[in-house]
């Protein structure tokens, strides 16, 4: 089945990163001059997904005002001379069809992702971390598109990081298939010194067969 769908969970309170976060969704710091969410959004398109289910919260309405027309704006952007910033504001607004649930209590990634049960369907669909920009030639959600398409399963992207890091993150016990490609049927959050499986910690991005929700 082709993969049409993405969601980005972006209901975190992101208590890591106060006092930035207060008031201000951590989905939308700017990264250069572009909110993070703006580049997981593009990255999902160049991965040719269409449909976006954001799911958000309470305090952060301007992630809807970021991808919706905005009329004043656009008006005081058509003189002359504001051509190039009034299409890109354009080209925000139009980038996908972006559709928004909100998760009513903050109570995990996993209950935010059960949020988008109406919205998949019995689809696959990528998960992508709102707050977890990752640049590079190859998008990941791409990536991980070919992988379902190859192997016909959930994937998930994953990094190596240095042995000392494991602790805040996980471990994923990875079997090498081929290439940049690894088996993975287990792994330990936070694994204590001598727990680890493998260096391999996990991304900001999966993708998740409808199964995820039996
Ligand atoms: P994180 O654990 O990195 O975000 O979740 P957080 O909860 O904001 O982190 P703290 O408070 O700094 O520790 C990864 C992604 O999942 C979303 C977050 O918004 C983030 O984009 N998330 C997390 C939800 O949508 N709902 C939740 O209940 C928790």
Redesign the pocket.
Known sequence: MRVTKAI??????????LPA?KAM???MLPIVDKPAIQYIVEEAVAAGIQDILI?T?RNKDIIEDHFDRAPELETALGRPGKEKALEECLGIAGMANIFFVR?K?????G??VLMAKPFTGDEPFVVM????VIMGEDPVAGQLIRAYEAYGRAAVGIKEVPKADLQKYCSMKAEPIQGNHYFIDDMIEKPAPGQEFSNFSIL?RCLLTPEIYT
């Open positions: 980005i969970p972006a209901a975190g309170l992101g208590t890591r990163v976060t969704p951590k989905e799911i919260g998760q209590q903050t109570l995990g990634l209950h935010a971390y709102g707050d977890d900001g």
